[in-house]
């Protein structure tokens, strides 16, 4: 059974420019969670989605956006690059609510 | 607000030994909580949880116990060997939020 897959796994960017990372959960899951990790901060939740639909946001600003398609694949994009948005962002994916996620291994943003 | 802390940066332990790291919540509302192991340049794997209904739970040579009254979580690992030597995430999340809160991680190293 494949695992969950992020694309690209590394990327550079310029201060200002716009970023869109790709995620595919496993197969048959339905919950695909965002998470950015930066040193000392442990893993910060962004959103969540199920069905294509976002049931939880966390504290980042409106640069950062995610959607869901109908194969539960799912993007993020943060717009407006800064530097302080270079990080590893984690997908991560599950069957639901109370249950374990399978995290891939990340796509590491560099903002220069 | 860090309401999932993890008061070890690090921990080394001998091969054999026991390895015990630790995690203290604030949010009484958790009830589900889990470990992940991170080795460098990959994602979270997800090792055990527990539900706060329980005290205890056993899966080979890892074991989370909960203290509920002390908010207070710890994973042992017996015997421990030199391929635990990563970093270790507790995460606690409350039923209906779809989201993880995680610790800012404890860097295990298991000395051969």
């Known amino acids: 059974k494949a695992g969950v897959t992020q694309t690209p796994r590394y990327l550079i960017k310029t201060r200002g420019q716009q970023v869109t990372l790709s995620c595919s959960p496993i197969?048959?899951?339905?919950?695909v969670s965002w998470y950015q990790q930066t040193p000392g901060q442990g893993l910060q939740f962004l959103f969540e989605?199920?069905?294509?639909?976002?049931?939880n946001k966390g504290n980042f600003p409106g640069r950062f956006s995610g959607r869901q398609f109908s194969n539960s694949r799912s993007e993020m994009n943060v717009s407006t690059l800064e530097l302080g948005d270079s990080a590893l962002y984690l997908c991560?994916?599950?069957?639901?609510?109370?249950?374990?996620?399978?995290f891939g291994q990340g796509t590491r943003l560099t903002v220069v | 607000d860090q309401q999932v802390k993890q008061n070890s940066p690090s921990l080394s332990v001998q091969e054999g030994r026991i390895s015990i790291l630790n995690c203290d919540y604030t949010?009484?509302?958790?009830?589900?909580f889990l470990w992940y192991k991170k080795y460098p340049a990959e994602g979270p794997t997800f090792l055990i949880s527990i539900s706060s209904i329980k005290d205890k739970n056993e899966d080979g040579r890892f074991t989370v116990f909960l203290n509920k009254s002390a908010k207070h979580l710890s994973l042992h690992i017996v015997p421990s060997q030199p391929g635990d030597s990563a970093v270790y995430f507790c995460?606690?999340?409350?039923?209906?939020?779809?989201?993880?809160?995680f610790g800012t991680g404890t860097r295990l190293k298991v000395l051969a």
């Open positions: 197969s048959g899951h339905r919950s």
């Open positions: 991560a994916s599950s069957y639901g609510d109370r249950a374990e996620a399978f």
């Open positions: 995460a606690a999340s409350v039923a209906g939020t779809y989201k993880y809160i």
């Open positions: 989605y199920f069905s294509e639909t976002q049931r």
């Open positions: 949010n009484s509302m958790f009830d589900y």
